[in-house]
C-alpha cells in the first residue's frame, strides 16, 4: 500500500456512445435495435434515462417491439415541460 499526499484528478475524457444532443432536440423519434442501438432495449432504456439525467432534461420513451420511441419533454436550458408556458 501506498500512502498519497492527495488524491490525483480524476481525467474525464468520456465521449458520449449516441448523439443524444441530436435525440434530444424534442422531435418524437424511433431508434431501431440493431440500426441505432446496440444491445437490449431494456439495457438502452436505462442508457437513454441516464443520459437524460447528463442532460438535465426529462424524456418520454416507450419499447415497440425491438425499438425504442424517444422525445424530449423539455428544453435542456430551461428545463421546462414542453407545452408550459
Not at 13 to 32: H, I
Not at 49 to 76: C, E, F, M, V, W
Request: hydrophobic share 35%; charged share 25%.
Amino acid at each position: 500500500m501506498k500512502i498519497l499526499t492527495e488524491l490525483p484528478t480524476q481525467a474525464r475524457s468520456r465521449t458520449e456512445k449516441y448523439p443524444w444532443t441530436e435525440w434530444f432536440d424534442g422531435v418524437p423519434r424511433l431508434l431501431e435495435h440493431g440500426v441505432d442501438f446496440q444491445g437490449t432495449p431494456a439495457g438502452f432504456r436505462s442508457c437513454a434515462y441516464a443520459a437524460a439525467r447528463r442532460h438535465a432534461i426529462k424524456i418520454g420513451l416507450r419499447t415497440i417491439a425491438n425499438d425504442i420511441a424517444i422525445q424530449s419533454l423539455t428544453t435542456p436550458s430551461k428545463g421546462k415541460v414542453k407545452g408550459d408556458l
